[in-house]
C-alpha cells in the first residue's frame, strides 16, 4: 500500500483504494492526561505540523502553567518528546520524566482518549 501527498486518496497494489488520513479537514492534538482527566489539549489545523518548535511551546505556553507541582510525566518515544530544552524546562520546574517502551500503545493511557 502506498498513500502519500496531499491526495485524498491513494492506490494499493491490490484492491480498493485507501484513504489518505493526513488530507485536509482534520485537526492535530496535542494533549496531557492527569489520571483519566484531560488536563489540556492543543488543537491544531493539518497545515501545522506537530514537530520540535511546536510542542514545545505548546508545553511552555499551555502545559506547565497548568501542572500540579512536582508531577510525573510519562510520554512515549516521539521524536519531540525528547528534545533538551523541553526537558531542561520541565525538570527545572520540578517535575519528573519517564518514558514509555517504543512500540507500547497499550500502555500509553492518551491514546485511547483520541481512539
Known amino acids: 500500500m502506498w498513500c502519500g501527498g ?3 486518496w491513494s492506490a ?3 484492491g480498493p483504494r485507501v484513504h489518505n ?3 485536509r479537514g482534520r485537526t492535530n492534538v496535542i494533549g496531557a492526561l492527569i489520571g483519566k482527566e484531560l488536563l489540556t489539549v492543543g ?3 493539518t497545515n501545522v505540523d506537530v514537530d520540535l518548535d511546536l510542542f514545545t ?5 499551555d502545559l506547565l502553567p497548568k501542572l500540579p507541582p512536582a508531577s510525573i510525566l510519562v510520554m512515549d518515544s516521539a521524536t519531540f518528546h525528547k528534545r533538551g530544552d523541553t526537558q531542561a524546562a520541565l525538570i527545572h520546574d520540578g517535575h519528573t520524566l519517564e518514558s514509555l517502551p517504543p ?3 497499550d500502555l500509553n ?5 483520541w481512539a
Open 6 to 8: 496531499s491526495r485524498m
Open 21 to 23: 488520513w493526513h488530507a
Open 109 to 113: 493511557q492518551i491514546e485511547h482518549k
Open 57 to 61: 511551546g505548546w508545553v511552555g505556553q
Open 103 to 105: 512500540y507500547s500503545l
Open 43 to 45: 488543537l491544531f489545523d
Open 12 to 14: 494499493t497494489r491490490t
